[in-house]
């Protein structure tokens, strides 16, 4: 079975531009959830999607935003990047109820 | 509020050596779950461990094994018999599986391990 894939890899942007990384989640698994981790503040929840819903919602600006479409492939977007979003951003899927799986993550740099 | 600590920022062992991370939690639920995962130089982080609050069995996987205490509100985690592929930053997590989801992790600061040969 083939994991979680992001995309991009990499990315580099400016301040003030918008951004949207791509997650497709592990065939059968329709829980989505989103991390950002840094080093100053280590791995934060952003949201969570199951069945196209946002089930939770991290302490996140309204800068931060996700949607799941119907194959349970996920996207999230940041608008307005500050510098402070440069990040390592983690998609991780599961079956409802059960342990999540992580992708290799989006280096976001935003200069 | 929900919080998770790992006092140990940084540990560094000899190869062989057994070493232990310690991770406290707090939560004000009955319900819930905790977890390890393990993040490699890679970046990726890998699954290692999920306990329920019902269960307070310890487990043993190999080298690695896991003792869970409510009573100190603790899940620790040891490795016996270090080897160098060991060396990755350990992150323990919280989720108060509300509604039956697990998508909501609450991530200690993470315990940078290093293992010398």
């Known amino acids: 079975k083939a994991g979680v894939t992001q995309t991009p890899r990499y990315l580099i942007k400016t301040r003030g531009q918008q951004v949207t990384l791509s997650c497709s989640p592990i065939s059968g698994h329709r829980s989505v959830s989103w991390y950002q981790q840094t080093p100053g503040q280590g791995l934060q929840f952003l949201f969570e999607?199951?069945?196209?819903?946002?089930?939770n919602k991290g302490n996140f600006p309204g800068r931060f935003s996700g949607r799941q479409f119907s194959n349970s492939r996920s996207e999230m977007n940041v608008s307005t990047l500050e510098l402070g979003d440069s990040a390592l951003y983690l998609c991780a899927s599961s079956p409802l109820g059960n342990e999540q799986f992580f992708g290799p993550g989006t280096r976001l740099t935003v200069l | 509020a929900q919080k998770v600590t790992q006092a140990q920022t940084e540990i560094s062992v000899v190869e062989k050596e057994d070493v232990t991370l310690d991770c406290v939690y707090e939560t004000r639920d009955t319900t819930y779950y905790l977890f390890w995962y393990k993040q490699p130089p890679s970046g990726e982080l890998v699954f290692l461990i999920r306990r329920n609050s019902f269960d307070e069995q310890n487990e043993i996987s190999g080298r690695y094994s896991w003792n869970f205490q409510k009573s100190t509100s603790s899940f620790n985690f040891t490795i016996t018999a270090s080897q160098v592929v060991d060396s990755a930053v350990y992150f323990c997590a919280l989720s108060e599986g509300y509604g039956g989801s697990q998508g909501n992790l609450i991530f200690g600061k993470g315990t940078k391990l290093s293992v010398k040969p």
């Open positions: 999607y199951f069945s196209e819903t946002q089930r």
